[in-house]
């Protein structure tokens, strides 16, 4: 006996208001099927089950590397026919699982005892008690207190209505039953829909126990039907990274404003200010830290680096005691060494920065490498770019290089090479030398500079 886990995603999500179908719109910087199918990928030995309909390619083609089996709903019937569509390619003996594409915060811990339910043979509904029911089936009770069934909100009465504990839509059953009891379900009903709900009162006819598990926190299991609501479950994401993130040793100033949007793995007494945005896959070492306003993305950081306020990194590797902005741009493909400082307004491109060098204030470093223990001045800019083709910038081991500088490449500047300020470089220039471009000064004795008439 194994389980089968089909996730339901072929709505069209009208409520969005949206091209993008439902399920590829954004929480955490991933769409919210894909946190549904981390989850179900949680249970290892699962099978999953992704049916789809409302722009099928597309979501399938967004997921191409998922290991799950995706089945084409044609016409959205409802959700007991999505689930019918599934349920050929499931054995008798297995339990099956439904989620929903849409229920993005749902936890494996709460889905677990659920699935336990359908192991011993009966169905398995998750339920809520909500302050606001609106909108979601609740759950019938016969006088005994086990439960009689499920009743939509549009084919309820007004008491049925006054109902709080609703269906989370989460349910859990023996597969060879389901199939039975969805075999014969109808949509004689408001919406004219074949409803999975319907099952609990096929599983009660049939003499099957309906247990409903209470789902520990009422969040985890909201859907999101429209923008209002996809606001809100991003900001519970939110606040969910930021604990993780608080448990496992980081410092948030202000958990309220730190996104994390993807993955991070942190070392020992790391400290992000307010307003961070981690994306990606972000690795920070051992005391580092993070100023205000920060966006990282695929980004590696060494122990000890401090990279402060207002601050761009994207795709880069950051070594050891660094020192970065404020307000600085890495862009892909660059690599800072150990102990090097990036200062204000620099912007740097598939770049290497050796150990210990300087690019302090406003400058364009592209398609370059830098030796160790180099400095560069202000306002130096590697012309790497001819208008069709870019070119590589070396720069060797102690070069100095005087502030505003042009170094128009392809060219070199060998090791201790020191380019006097002002220079436009087209050549390459010695090692060890003093290189310079610069028209002479001249002075106008007795210039006067114009005044304006009163
Ligand atoms: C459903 C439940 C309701 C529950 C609520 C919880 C039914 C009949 N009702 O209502 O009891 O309280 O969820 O959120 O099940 N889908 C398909 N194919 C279809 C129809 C729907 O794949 O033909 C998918 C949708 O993409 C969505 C999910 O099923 O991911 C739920 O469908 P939706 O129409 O949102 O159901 P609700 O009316 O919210
Ligand atoms: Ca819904």
């Not at 966006?295 to 020192?323: F, H, M, P, Q």
Request: hydrophobic share 40%.
């Amino acid at each position: 006996m194994s389980l089968s886990i089909i996730i339901l995603a072929a709505g069209k999500g009208t409520r969005m208001r949206s091209d993008l179908p439902k399920v590829l719109h954004k929480l955490g910087g991933r769409p919210l099927l894909w946190h549904v199918l981390q989850t179900a990928q949680q249970f290892t030995d699962a099978r999953i089950h992704v049916v789809i309909g409302h722009r099928a390619r597309e979501v399938q083609e967004s997921f191409s590397a998922a290991d799950v089996e995706w089945v084409v709903q044609d016409k959205q019937l409802g959700t007991g026919h999505a689930v019918a569509q599934a349920m050929p390619g499931i054995a008798d003996d297995d339990s099956v699982l439904v989620m929903y594409g849409d229920i993005p915060l749902i936890r494996q811990s709460t889905l677990a005892p659920l699935c336990a339910i359908a192991e011993q043979g009966f169905l398995g509904l998750l339920t809520a008690e909500l302050v606001d029911p609106t909108g979601y089936g609740r759950i019938l009770h016969h006088a005994d207190g086990s439960i009689s069934g499920v009743v939509e909100e549009k084919d309820a009465s007004a008491s049925e209505r006054s109902i709080r504990e609703v269906n989370t839509g989460f349910i859990a059953a023996p597969a060879a039953k389901l199939r039975r009891w969805i075999d014969v379900l109808d949509n004689n009903n408001a919406q004219g829909e074949f409803y999975l709900t319907d099952v609990a009162a096929r599983a009660v006819a049939d003499g099957v126990s309906v247990r409903g598990l209470s789902a520990e926190s009422v969040d985890d299991v909201l859907g999101i039907n429209d923008r209002l609501q996809l606001a809100e479950q991003e900001q519970r994401y939110r606040n969910r990274c930021a604990v993780e993130c608080m448990r496992d040793g980081v410092t948030l100033i202000d958990p309220t404003r730190f996104d994390l949007r993807g993955q991070l793995q942190a070392g020992e007494d790391v400290i992000i200010d307010i307003n961070a945005v981690l994306e990606g896959d972000v690795r920070l070492g051992n005391r580092v830290s993070i100023g205000p306003n920060v966006v990282l993305r695929n980004v590696e950081v060494g122990d000890g680096t401090s990279i402060l306020a207002n601050c761009v990194i994207e795709d880069a590797v950051i070594g050891k005691g660094v020192r970065i902005g404020p307000f600085a741009r890495v862009r892909p493909e660059t690599r800072l060494a150990d102990n090097t400082h990036v200062g204000n307004f620099v912007e740097i491109k598939k770049s290497d920065v050796g150990a210990g060098s300087k690019i302090n204030h406003l400058s364009y470093i592209g398609d370059t490498t830098i030796g160790r223990d180099a400095n560069i001045g202000a306002g130096t800019i590697t012309c790497n770019y001819d208008g069709a083709s870019k070119h590589r910038t070396v720069i060797g081991d102690d070069v100095f290089i005087g502030s505003d500088t042009q170094l128009v490449a392809p060219v070199e500047v060998g090791a201790g090479a020191t380019i006097g300020a002002g220079s436009t470089i087209t050549k390459d220039a010695p090692a060890g030398e003093l290189t310079l471009s610069r028209s002479g000064q001249e002075t106008r004795k007795g210039w006067q500079r114009p005044k304006k008439k009163k």
